[in-house]
């Protein structure tokens, strides 16, 4: 039967490439000389986080500009990151923020996107498997009919149709 999975999972390595250019560009412009200004990338098992340093407010702002133009750049799409923390003081002035990077559907995507599939009529069938949606049908036309719903009435994610199957 066919079958596709809808994930939700950036580039990694991209995500890393635009994290280290994040840092040479604060360390050669002349607004951030001297400031404690950074940007880290920690993983801890699969989950994924931006830590933004800076010594102001008005430096927190352009250091997310720069992620987030670096991003772009790089082809990683900006709604992967979750900035909904609050900016915490460090020490003296100096902020840190965290920002979290969406891997995987959570529940609550995971039933939104299967009561979707469900109230449509399509003649398909999706099930949550972990932190993916697997989505199978009897015709490949019902499958491409899915995969336009989804992507027509989800926006706020960015999610992938991967390991399409015949």
Not at 52 to 76: C, H, M, P, T
């Amino acid at each position: 039967m066919p079958s596709f999975d809808i994930v939700l999972e950036p580039n990694f390595v991209e995500l890393r490439n635009a994290v280290d250019q994040c840092g040479k560009e604060i360390g050669t412009r002349f607004d951030f000389k001297g400031s404690s200004a950074k940007v880290e990338l920690s993983e801890k098992d699969k989950a994924r986080e931006l830590a933004l340093y800076a010594d102001s407010e008005f430096q927190l702002a352009q250091v997310k500009d720069i992620v987030l133009a670096k991003l772009a750049k790089r082809g990683v799409d900006p709604r992967f990151l979750d900035d909904s923390a609050k900016p915490e003081k460090v020490g003296g002035d100096k902020l840190r923020q965290h920002v979290a990077v969406k891997v995987g559907i959570d529940a609550d995507l995971g039933k939104r996107l299967q009561t979707l599939i469900k109230q449509s009529k399509i003649k398909v069938q999706a099930s949550i498997q972990g932190d993916m949606v697997r989505v199978a049908g009897v015709k490949r036309d019902d499958l491409q009919a899915a995969i336009a719903l989804i992507r027509r009435e989800v926006t706020d994610v960015p999610l992938k149709f991967d390991n399409p199957r015949d």
